[in-house]
């Protein structure tokens, strides 16, 4: 079964600060991976998806990379802003299509 | 990116009660749908796998008798909290997959935050 796992558990930072989320998975026969973004009592917004076959993938502020054969992958945040405050989720697929997520990372940039 | 739409985004109900929940995919068809459930905080976990026109798919420890999941049309899949408990209180998520798209991506609806007083 994928295991997901992220570190840190939290994080705090002053903005404009870049900063990198950490994702770790344990199967590594992945076809993608997606980066969601989820605020207090909301629900989720995907921010990138990587398909197996490619490296990163980058949108804005925010890019994100695959490592496939160490099962990692690291979102990075460019000059952090407060609105980037927010729960930062991983998650990789099993094999029926179904998500597995990491119990995400808590960003708060502060002013 | 294709829409999943969740309804209702919030319900409180009593105990003993059953809750309804629908999700649907608004711009595609989805031949599989997702639950899952994110108790406060705590990350999301799989419920159960909503296959249309068949029977879904638990996971261990999801009682199928209480969480009833139905996948009538390509478009529509509801999950129904039967008898509901305090202990059900939880946000109900739901996603489905575009099989239209080669990379597999996941489109989730906004959530229903169930509290059962």
């Known amino acids: 079964k994928q295991e997901v796992t992220q570190i840190p558990a939290a994080l705090s930072v002053p903005e404009g600060e870049n900063l990198v989320l950490n994702c770790s998975f344990t199967?590594?026969?992945?076809?993608?991976l997606q980066w969601f973004r989820q605020d207090p009592g909301k629900g989720l917004t995907s921010l990138l998806l990587?398909?197996?076959?490619?490296r990163e993938q980058t949108s804005g502020r925010l890019n994100a990379s695959l490592d496939k054969s160490s099962g990692r992958s690291t979102l990075y945040i460019a000059a952090s802003q407060p609105g980037d405050s927010a729960t930062y989720l991983c998650?990789?697929?099993?094999?029926?299509?179904?998500?597995?997520f990491g119990k995400g990372t808590s960003l708060l940039v502060t002013p | 990116g294709a829409v999943v739409s969740q309804h209702p985004s919030w319900v409180i109900c009593k105990s003993g009660t059953s809750v309804k929940i629908e999700c649907r995919s608004l711009?595609?068809?989805?031949?599989?749908m997702f639950w899952y459930r994110q108790f406060p905080k705590q990350s999301l976990m799989l419920m159960a796998t909503?296959?249309?026109?068949?029977?879904?798919?638990?996971e261990q420890g999801v009682e199928k008798d209480k969480f009833l999941i139905n996948h009538a049309s390509l478009t529509l899949s509801t999950l129904t909290v039967t008898s509901a408990h305090p202990e059900d209180s939880s946000f109900y998520i739901c996603?489905?997959?575009?099989?239209?798209?080669?990379?597999?991506?996941?489109?989730f609806g906004p959530g229903t935050r169930l509290t059962v007083l």
């Open positions: 199967d590594s026969a992945i076809y993608n």
């Open positions: 909503s296959n249309e026109g068949s029977k879904a798919t638990y």
């Open positions: 998650a990789a697929p099993n094999s029926g299509y179904a998500l597995n």
């Open positions: 711009d595609f068809q989805a031949t599989t």
């Open positions: 990587i398909q197996s076959s490619q």
């Open positions: 996603s489905a997959r575009d099989p239209g798209l080669e990379n597999n991506e996941q489109f």
